[in-house]
Every structure is written in C-alpha cells, then in structure tokens.
C-alpha cells in the first residue's frame, strides 16, 4: 500500500475512538510533510473508515497518507457508551490478531520501517517487536497525566491518613521522585482506583511502554516543559513532542455546509468575545439531568452561548431551555468556532483535544471534567496554565453541578470588567501565541518532527539499537 515514489513506509494505528484517530491523523500528517520520501497507512476498523469517508477526511488526507481497514472485530461506536470498560476489553482481546496479520500482509511488499501505535494499544508494542519493526508509541494526552501514570505504583493509598480533604490539598509531587506536577492534586487521580479493569490495563500499558523505540506527545515543550523534561529522565528511550495536534477539518458535506451557514450568521451576529461555546465532546457520559442543570445556568447567567450537543433529540431540548441567548446545534467545526472573533469563552468537559483546540484558539476555558485525564486536565487549565475555571470541586454531593454553580462560573468567566479574568485572557494569548509557534517551520514541534523523521532515516529507532540501550 505504500505508494511508488515512497521509499520509506510506517503504519499507523490509533486506538478505535475519535480522540485518538484525529491527533493520529494530524501525526502521520506531520510524518508525511517531514519526509517526501514516506509513505502511511493509517490502520482503522471498517466500520472507522466509513464514519471518516462519511466525513470527507479521506480526500483531505496527503497522497501518501492512505487508509486501510481491518473486519469490525469490537463493539460499534456508537454503543460504546452503554459499556465502556467492556469496549476497553474487546480492544484489548480481539483487535491485535487482525492487526498483525494486516501487518504480515503489508511486510509482503515491503517491510515497514516503523509502526506508529496508540499508547493504550496494550498489544502494540509486542506486535512491532515480534516481526522487528521499531514502534513508535503515541500518547493522546498530556504529558503531565503519562508522568502520573507512569508512576502510579508510587500513589498515596486509597484510604490513607488524610482522609478526603486532605488529599485534595495535597501535590501528587510528594510521592514522585522529582517535582513537575506541582498543580496535579492527589484528590485528581484518586477516583482511578475504584476503577479496577481500566487501571489494571493502565498498568499494561506503561509496562509496554518502556520497550517502545520511542514515544511521541500531541503537547508542546513550551506548555508542559517540565513534564517533558522528567519523561526523559525515566523513559529508556526517546521522546518527541509534535503538538499541539490540530486537526485538519473535512470539507463540508450539504448538511453540515446549511448548518454552518446557519450558526455562522448567528455567530457574525453577536458582539466580540460575547458568546461562551459549550460543548462536552464526541464521546463523554453525563446524565440527562446535569445537562438540564447546565442548559437552565446557562439561561440564568444571561450570557450568550452557542452548544454544540451532537444528538438531535437533546439539541431540541436544551433549545426549549435555554430559550433565545443561546443557539443549539447537533454539529460544527469547533476550532473555526473557537477562532470566531465573537467567542470569548468555552465550557468544556477538558478532553485533550479540546483543550488544545481552546489554547490554540487562545479561549479562557470553564472547565466540566467527567473522567479520567479530563481531571488532570482542568486542574492543569485552572492552576497550572491559569487559563480557565475548574469545575470539579463544584459538584454536590449527588455528583451534580447545580445551575447556580453554572450559572455564577459563566458569569465569572465572562466578565472582562473583572481583573482576574483580564488575567486570564492574557494568559491565553500568549499560550495562543506559544502553541502556534510550536509548529511553524523552526518551532519547537516542528524541530521534533523533523528530528524524528531523521532519527528513522538513520537507523537510531531499530529495535536492536534501542533495545540494547534498554
């Protein structure tokens, strides 16, 4: 599959879900410009390649980025939600063997010079290391939350002598070899324990890592400087970081060009920075209840705001709540909605992804964390970066954020008399500014790709030069 004027090959395999197919997309992008001379094969289930061709992201990708699928081995996307841990298994049990015999076939033509593989990927590592492909692990998420990780056998326990509020004041910093997470509470990660089968693969996986001939971040030096700097102290190999990984948006299908035209003019509509963006991501668990409690905040605060809310049957009823400020839609382009001059804040459930989109927009962000990283990540918005609001330790004792708590953050965040916020907003520009430069051409991203790419060329990344290292 690799194309003739390429003479270097890599596959490419990203964990089955839209926040870890997009920053892999924007990679093998990357790897492509880097080297004229190279050519990928983006690995994803049938059902995967036909939501992207549904999409037009196939006509956008470069020539020499091609897709190519393996059989519908795991649950369908769309009811992954109903069963999440389960969808986590059948990854781990059933998408390796189809992987690797894709492999096998493309070895055929020509054995590939390296596999690109998601980090979660518990049988990736392995797979590049039996047929002697040095692998290349891609981390979807910030570096600060793969340090965590990466020492989690060093965590408080569970239930230690600090009991509930002290551990929310206390650094995760105290219980690692050297201080970089520093913003990073204990009270952060302490819910991952009760979560059993999801850690035990988290143990897998950076167990694995460690064998990887390299490992590749979607952040930025400039933002997680320190974080970086300690992976490199612990990781027995090396380390690139290529973000922010923003994605290169499909062309419009009809619907999505009507809809577009249809916010677009709400949006032109609207004063400068007036409009607080809203939404929770492709893929995210909240009950039907909290999304009523934000929707009835949102009217409250009388800010303007445009929600992005994906499924059409709760984008009718949030409209009938939230009454004539805001407009609620089932789709947009949310980095071209994030840079709309109109957009002065985003209320966000602080995925990876858009927290990145956020900064690179240069958008203070209100910060609704639901799990995993997102924790992490709306304490590094908040305390670390000082660009947002952190929701979090809003939530009442049922778990939910009440109205009023949404109501006074929008407000809070909004307002541009306040002298805090116009702290913010400065704050934002410049990590704007910073993760801008980061990708053009001399920018620190820019630097590491191209080191990559020579790295690969020369030979640094073969499994036998690493693993002797190792």
């Not at 969808?87 to 596999?115: C, N, Q, T, Y």
Request: aromatic share 8%.
């Amino acid at each position: 599959m690799a194309t003739a004027a390429a003479s270097r090959h890599v596959v490419a395999v990203p964990f089955p879900g839209r926040g870890h197919i997009n920053p892999m997309l924007v990679v093998c992008r990357q790897l492509a410009a880097a080297d004229t001379a190279l050519a990928v094969t983006v690995v994803v289930t049938e059902e995967w390649h036909a939501l992207l061709a549904a999409a037009g992201v196939p006509a956008t990708l470069p020539e020499r980025v091609r897709l190519a699928t393996i059989p519908n081995v795991i649950p369908s996307e769309r009811g992954r939600g109903a069963d999440h841990v389960g969808f986590i298994e059948a990854v781990h049990a059933k998408m390796g063997e189809p992987v690797e015999r894709l492999l096998d076939r493309l070895a055929l033509e020509r054995r590939p010079d390296a596999v690109v593989v998601d980090t979660y990927l518990t049988w990736g590592v392995a797979a590049g290391a039996a047929r002697g492909i040095p692998v290349c692990s891609l981390w979807t998420m910030p570096a600060t939350f793969f340090l965590a990780l990466y020492h989690m056998d060093q965590w408080p326990p569970v239930d230690g002598p600090e009991g509930e509020e002290g551990q929310s004041c206390k650094s995760l910093d105290q219980y690692l070899p050297f201080p970089t997470l520093s913003s990073v509470k204990c009270s952060d990660i302490k819910v991952f324990r009760s979560w059993e089968l999801p850690m035990k693969r988290a143990a897998q996986v950076f167990s694995n890592v460690r064998k990887a001939q390299c490992v590749l971040f979607t952040s930025f030096y400039e933002l997680e400087a320190g974080s970086i700097d300690g992976i490199s102290q612990v990781l027995p190999c090396p380390i690139y970081a290529l973000g922010p990984s923003i994605p290169h948006m499909p062309p419009e299908g009809d619907s999505e060009k009507i809809q577009r035209e249809k916010y677009s003019d709400w949006l032109d509509a609207q004063p400068k920075n007036s409009v607080l963006y809203v939404s929770f991501g492709s893929y995210v668990s909240m009950p039907s209840s909290q999304f009523e409690e934000v929707a009835m905040g949102l009217h409250d605060s009388a800010v303007r705001f445009f929600w992005v809310a994906r499924d059409k049957a709760t984008t009718t009823t949030l409209q009938q709540i939230s009454g004539d400020k805001g407009l609620v839609v089932p789709w947009c382009d949310q980095l071209k909605v994030l840079s709309h001059p109109s957009v002065g804040g985003f209320l966000s459930h602080s995925g990876w992804n858009s927290t990145l989109e956020a900064l690179f927009a240069g958008v203070p962000v209100l910060a609704f964390p639901v799990a995993w990283d997102q924790l992490v990540n709306a304490r590094l918005l908040a305390d670390e970066w000082k660009v947002g609001i952190n929701l979090k330790e809003q939530r009442r004792e049922d778990g939910i954020v009440s109205r009023a708590t949404v109501s006074s953050a929008v407000t809070k965040l909004m307002d541009f008399g306040d002298d805090s916020r116009q702290e913010t907003r400065r704050r934002a520009a410049e990590l704007r500014d910073a993760s801008q430069r980061a990708i053009q051409e001399g920018g620190s991203s820019s630097r590491s790709s191209n080191s990559l790419v020579r790295d690969l060329i020369e030979g640094r990344l073969n499994v036998a030069e690493t693993s002797h290292s190792q």
